[in-house]
Nanobody, 121 residues
Framework: QVQLVESGGGSVQAGGSLRLSCAAS????????MGWFRQAPGKERERVAD???????AYGDSVKGRFTISEDTAKNTLYLQMNSLKPEDTATYYC???????????????WGQGTQVTVSS
């Protein structure tokens, strides 16, 4: 079993920044991917960003150019640097891990408990 624990959420004004962290107890496979998803009230969980063993990363259209995903594999920790935050970024953010792909919720094998991010205008 893989346990994922997020931290770093909070409240910030529009234009501000936050950094989320996710500590993993272990990685699910040698080809694993990790990512961030978010879910606002009344909306479906959506992809934010994901990172792969070949060093590549990808982002959802709504966060491109503002968010950066990174990881420290020595510490089993995933990060999400969020800059130029907007009120529409308000959501619960979930850390996720998959054995191969992390594009969609169906591909995710493990989820964190979520951390709340609130952006005020």
């Amino acid at each position: 079993q893989v346990q994922l624990v997020e931290s770093g959420g909070g409240s910030v004004q529009a234009g501000g920044s936050l950094r989320l962290s996710c500590a993993a107890s272990r990685y699910p496979s040698s080809t694993y991917c990790m990512g961030w998803f978010r879910q606002a009230p009344g909306k479906e969980r959506e992809r934010v960003a994901d990172i792969y063993r070949d060093g590549s990363s990808a982002y959802g259209d709504s966060v491109k150019g503002r968010f950066t995903i990174s990881e420290d594999t020595a510490k089993n920790t995933l990060y999400l640097q969020m800059n130029s935050l907007k009120p529409e970024d308000t959501a619960t953010y979930y850390c996720a891990a998959g054995r191969l792909y992390c594009y969609t919720t169906a591909q995710i094998d493990y989820w964190g408990q979520g951390t709340q991010v609130t952006v005020s205008s």
